[in-house]
T-cell receptor, first 113, second 114 residues
Framework: AQSVTQPDIHITVSEGASLELRCNYS??????LFWYVQSPGQGLQLLLK??????LVQGIKGFEAEFKRSQSSFNLRKPSVHWSDAAEYFC???????????FGAGTRLTVKP | EAQVTQNPRYLITVTGKKLTVTCSQN?????MSWYRQDPGLGLRQIYY???????DKGDVPEGYKVSRKEKRNFPLILESPSPNQTSLYFC?????????????FGAGSRLTVL
C-alpha cells in the first residue's frame, strides 16, 4: 500500500524567510501528488498538484513543489513566508481510478513576526 | 458558489446518543468521502461513495454508517458514539473516483463525545 511521510510535525519560520516542507512517499509507480493547506477552522484547500511533465509545479499563494522521483519526494517551498501562511499543510498521494488516496500526518507551520 | 457544506460544525454529545453529520455538495460530483482528522495521524478515510446507492468502507469504518440516497447528500451516522470517536470530521467530493481528481472539502465538523 502506498504511504506518505511528512517528517516535520511542526515548523516555525520568521516572516520573510524561506520555507521548505518535506514530503516522502512510498509507491511503485508514478503517483499523483498533492499539497493541501488547512487554515484554522477551515477545510483543506488545494495548493498544487503534480501528475506528469515538468517536475517543478507552481501553485497558489506563491507556493511551488518539486517532484524528485529518485528521492520519492515532493517538497513544498516558498521563497518568502507571510504571516497568513500559518496553517497546517498536508501532502497526499493518489492513484488513477483508485480510491486509495493517502494523506500525510501534516506539518503545522508557525510564522514569527 | 461551488462548495461542500457540513453540519453541524461543532457538536458535543454523550456516549450512546445517535447523531448524524450531514454533508451536501452542489457540484454534481459523483464521488464523496468522509475523513476523520486526528493529531499525528493526518486524514483517515471512513467511508466513500462512488455514486448514488454505492458506498464502501475506507480505512476506519468501525462505528460509522453512511448512506447515499441522493447524489448531493452523503450523511455520516454514528449510531452509538463513543469517546474514541471524538475527532474532526471532513466531508469531501470530486467529479469521479480517481486519484487524479482534486478533492473539495467541507469546513469540518468537530465532534466531542463525553
Amino acid at each position: 500500500a502506498q504511504s506518505v511521510t511528512q517528517p516535520d510535525i511542526h515548523i516555525t519560520v520568521s516572516e520573510g524567510a524561506s520555507l521548505e516542507l518535506r514530503c516522502n512517499y512510498s509507491y511503485g509507480a508514478t503517483p499523483y501528488l498533492f499539497w493541501y493547506v488547512q487554515s484554522p477552522g477551515q477545510g483543506l484547500q488545494l495548493l498544487l498538484k503534480y501528475f506528469s511533465g515538468d517536475t517543478l509545479v507552481q501553485g497558489i499563494k506563491g507556493f511551488e513543489a518539486e517532484f524528485k522521483r529518485s528521492q520519492s519526494s515532493f517538497n513544498l517551498r516558498k521563497p518568502s513566508v507571510h504571516w497568513s501562511d500559518a496553517a497546517e499543510y498536508f501532502c497526499a498521494v493518489g492513484r488513477y481510478n483508485n480510491n486509495d488516496m493517502r494523506f500525510g500526518a501534516g506539518t503545522r507551520l508557525t510564522v514569527k513576526p | 458558489e461551488a462548495q461542500v457544506t457540513q453540519n453541524p460544525r461543532y457538536l458535543i454529545t454523550v456516549t450512546g446518543k445517535k447523531l448524524t453529520v450531514t454533508c451536501s455538495q452542489n457540484m454534481n460530483h459523483e464521488y464523496m468521502s468522509w475523513y476523520r482528522q486526528d493529531p499525528g495521524l493526518g486524514l483517515r478515510q471512513i467511508y466513500y461513495s462512488m455514486n448514488v446507492e454505492v458506498t464502501d468502507k475506507g480505512d476506519v469504518p468501525e462505528g460509522y454508517k453512511v448512506s447515499r440516497k441522493e447524489k448531493r447528500n452523503f450523511p455520516l451516522i454514528l449510531e452509538s458514539p463513543s469517546p474514541n470517536q471524538t475527532s474532526l470530521y471532513f466531508c469531501a467530493s470530486s467529479p469521479q473516483l480517481s486519484g487524479a481528481n482534486v478533492l473539495t472539502f467541507g469546513a469540518g465538523s468537530r465532534l466531542t463525545v463525553l
